[in-house]
């Protein structure tokens, strides 16, 4: 059984248990193992560092694969990406609101660019292709 069958194999055995409430608190020190253990999965910190790059569909699909695995396996951050969800649209409702235009006009270009530069050398997901 190749890497990738046996990570799929161990994903879908702890998503079944997941399910089950009596197991849970078994399966969480379980999928913790797993994401130490299995190849090709990434740790919290580098999900953390890859969900705007996930939201705005930045990754490779190798990467997305990657960062989905965990998610599934993970409750806490699972529970992160759905607070980061809600508060983009609690952001969307705020800039809706307002006047767009007024928001930005005293924001120097220099500014803009220098957030856009250290935004594009951020950590990378390796691909395990």
């Known amino acids: 059984m190749s890497d990738t069958e046996q990570t799929g194999a161990a994903m879908g055995m702890l998503r079944r248990l997941l399910r089950n409430p009596r197991t849970k608190a078994g399966v969480q020190k379980l999928s913790g193992l797993a994401l130490r253990i299995l190849p090709g999965q990434i740790t919290c910190g580098e999900f953390e560092a890859f ?15 990657r960062f989905e695995g965990h998610m599934r396996v993970c409750p806490m951050c699972r ?12 952001a969307k409702t705020v800039f809706l609101e307002s006047e767009k235009d007024e928001l930005f006009v005293d924001v120097p270009q220099d500014l803009i660019d220098a957030i856009l530069d250290t935004r594009s050398d951020g ?4 691909d395990s292709d």
């Open 51 to 65: 969900v705007i790059d996930y939201h705005e569909g930045g990754l490779t699909e190798s990467q997305e694969k």
């Open 123 to 126: 950590p990378t997901v390796p």
């Open 79 to 90: 529970a992160s990406f759905a607070m980061y969800l809600k508060a983009i649209a609690v």
